[in-house]
């Protein structure tokens, strides 16, 4: 056991996930919940939390880990709440995909003698809701760390404890690469998946019944991504706004690049350029973030949900 | 058994999974091959071919199957080297993913007597070449033809026959819609994942290091589509020009509605669009093209190479 008693605030995907790791690891003595919906919170009782709260305020009392599991939009109001009530030497990290604007909201609250860790699963699925979660999620993927400079060293040990224990490997980068990395990897791929799936569903001469036949042929790895949770989403592109439209901006020139080649007929552009792409997608098979099993290691007919 | 002998003009992963299917299936008296190279005529005599050629008008005779399974710009000049080859009453298919140009390429050497159907299977990995092949690659995949009016009923049902056999859906559209459809669900989208990949090569601040170690994101299905085969995609986007260049200015003006929500704040209008995108997944699970599995059906870890 790493924590006496662990309190997540917000019973999604994520939370419900850990909940499920910790049980599965031995990791948390008690797990305390809170969720704004009364629903969730029945749910999350049935699934995986010991108990639930009706406040976030009761939830965090006499926990010496604080899981802030809510969109990062809403993040401050969450730790404004709970700061009164936080435990001498308890931690306090959080889930969100962006880490500048969690930090700016989130550590003023924080009282003297409690560690704030900030941190970011690299993990998820298409499903969110307390139902979704899963013991594996976390396995063999990254999760990483913000800390301020001269955080406690025992609490931020203790945390990546818990973390390995739940299978995630762990890393530690500044808050600002942080969201910049972030931004190429996930949050700017995934507004464009959200475009395309937008263009698709606006044609007038393709009826939407013919995309969703005809998606495997690239369209169906878009609309996977482009399934996540909205509200999630909403809140990463408003809070990494800098950094998403940096990369929007520089996506845009190169996309304007390859079709001017296209239009002008350029196939050695073409060419060069589909060939120096191959290469990074090799590294990501060698890094083990995913199979090279034949078709993408999908069964042809979707298995029954797990 | 339903053609006594099938002709493969080209043996990359298509050409390669057809006979391996066709053999699985006992669809195909005798599989005959040719392939440019030498040593890709020989892998394809030791893996999956019956007996191979040194030139694609030997292998074409007395065939009452030949199938055109180069990239869609050599597509011409082999139609005009094995038209007088071939056999009378037989048909000629091709597997192109662009369809008017491979048929104002092909259609005028087609002499009388010689049925032309030209065909799509939406169906591939991202590997390339005789060893890619594998038998289950159609199996409830979709294989478009698009014959010309009036074409003889009895050579599409026999061709029909043989894709279904090797576990395909087939249906039939005309070739202009196939090109714009294609253009929606697979051509765009694979350029946009081209130049995602491509951007992010660029960046300076991030290492290509970071990009494939948190690559799990969203950035991964990215990289899967752009490691496609660079000659054949090439000669995609110079064949369907005016389609993909139709979708991608829809695509440029939606992401620059979207891109300027983000700078507006607009989080209204970002949360609306993404839960539209929604709908179309769930329409492609329910369709049987994508499996529901949690991770998007693949293992944490990668299995050994099929």
């Known amino acids: 056991m790493i924590y006496k008693r662990v309190a997540l605030i917000g019973l999604g995907l994520i939370a419900s996930s850990m909940a499920h790791a910790m049980r599965a690891q031995g990791l948390a003595g008690e797990i305390v919940g809170y969720a704004k919906s009364p629903e969730t919170r029945a749910v999350a009782k049935e699934l995986f939390c010991d108990r639930v709260t009706a406040t976030a305020a009761e939830a965090v009392t006499g926990a010496d880990l604080v899981v802030l599991a809510v969109p990062v939009g809403a993040m401050g109001a969450i730790a404004e709440e709970i700061a009164p009530h936080l435990a001498p030497g308890a931690t306090v990290t959080d889930v969100g995909s962006v880490k500048q604007s969690v930090v700016d909201a989130v550590a003023p609250h924080i009282p003297a003698g409690v560690h704030f860790i900030p941190g970011h699963p690299l993990a998820g699925t298409e499903y969110s809701g307390p139902r979704s979660g899963f013991a594996t999620l976390f396995q063999n993927r990254w999760w990483l760390l913000t800390p301020a400079p001269g955080v406690d060293g025992a609490a931020l040990d203790r945390l990546r404890s818990l973390l390995t224990g739940m299978g995630a490997n ?118 083990g973030q995913d199979t090279a099993a034949p078709d993408f290691g999908r069964a042809a007919t979707p298995p029954k949900e797990a």
Not at 196 to 218: F, L, P, T, W
Not at 233 to 238: G, I, K, P, S, T
Request: net charge negative.
């Open 170 to 287: 762990v890393d530690e980068m500044d808050v600002e690469h942080h969201d910049l990395v972030l931004a190429v990897v996930s949050h700017t791929p995934h507004l464009i998946a959200y475009t395309m799936v937008g263009v698709a569903d606006h044609m007038r001469r393709v009826s939407s019944q013919e995309v969703i036949k005809y998606s495997a042929s690239g369209f169906r790895d878009f609309t996977r991504i482009a399934a996540s949770d909205p509200t999630m989403w909403r809140d990463v592109f408003l809070t990494n706004k800098d950094a998403v439209l940096d990369i929007l901006g520089r996506f845009a020139e190169e996309l304007f690049v390859l079709q001017r080649a296209i239009r002008m007929g350029d196939g050695e552009h073409l060419h060069a350029y589909f060939t120096r792409t191959r290469a990074i997608r090799r590294g990501i098979i060698e890094a």
